[in-house]
T-cell receptor, first 115, second 114 residues
Framework: DTGVSQDPRHKITKRGQNVTFRCDPI?????LYWYRQTLGQGPEFLTY????????KSRLLSDRFSAERPKGSFSTLEIQRTEQGDSAMYLC?????????????FGPGTRLLVL | QQQVKQSPQSLIVQKGGISIINCAYE??????FPWYQQFPGKGPALLIA?????SEKKEGRFTISFNKSAKQFSLHIMDSQPGDSATYFC?????????????FGTGTRLTIIP
């Protein structure tokens, strides 16, 4: 399987707990993106990496959110002290960094439910 | 501020008919416009994409029409089939710093009826 993979696919947690999601991009894709999608809406950008460098963060990414890509391969997204408003689908996407290759390929997502 | 506006919110088309979804953008720095198809519980999958230097792109039953001066683009699905029933998102992205992420429309839920 050469697509983007995400783990876990589903996560149920209680308010106030910390959660961590993992994304494995397509091999050799330099860029890795995180998006959040709530029910009935389009995905919204959270942050992206080029190799291990985090190049941009959305204002949606509060201090409770942190993302890492330590070796330029897989990435983790951690949410601390979860709130009910964090319930959403968290999507990861990757793309190569070459001229004319803006296409982003999405993983299946991690659906988070905060009780 | 919504930078990509999509309509309609939902669409019902008979099998064999033409499905048309419209989008409009504001940011002139956008230079790549993909359409994604999403089934329930799945991530978005790239369907077709266009750059503003062409007015139309066709791949099988799917066609994008692009009007640069009006800052509008649309997806046409010919001979619509029940398997096309899904949510469709238009998106836009730019190649300069600050615009290197997808901005999505709000989505169109398409239902193809027999």
């Amino acid at each position: 399987d050469t697509g983007v993979s995400q783990d876990p696919r589903h996560k149920i947690t209680k308010r106030g707990q910390n959660v961590t999601f993992r994304c494995d991009p397509i091999s050799e894709h330099n860029r890795l993106y995180w998006y959040r999608q709530t029910l009935g809406q389009g995905p919204e950008f959270l942050t992206y990496f080029q190799n291990e460098a985090q190049l941009e963060k959305s204002r949606l990414l509060s201090d409770r959110f942190s993302a890492e890509r330590p070796k330029g391969s897989f990435s983790t997204l951690e949410i601390q002290r979860t709130e009910q408003g964090d319930s959403a689908m968290y999507l990861c996407a990757s793309s190569p960094v070459l001229a004319g290759t803006e296409t982003q390929y999405f993983g299946p997502g991690t659906r988070l439910l905060v009780l | 501020q919504q930078q990509v506006k999509q309509s309609p919110q939902s669409l019902i088309v008979q099998k064999g008919g033409i499905s048309i979804i419209n989008c409009a953008y504001e940011n002139t720095a956008f230079d790549y416009f993909p359409w994604y198809q999403q089934f329930p519980g799945k991530g978005p999958a790239l369907l077709i994409a266009i750059r503003p230097d062409v007015s139309e792109k066709k791949e099988g039953r799917f066609t994008i029409s692009f009007n640069k001066s009006a800052k509008q683009f649309s997806l046409h699905i010919m001979d619509s089939q029940p398997g096309d029933s899904a949510t469709y998102f238009c998106a836009a992205i730019g190649s300069n710093f600050g615009n290197e992420k997808l901005t999505f429309g709000t989505g169109t839920r398409l239902t193809i009826i027999p």
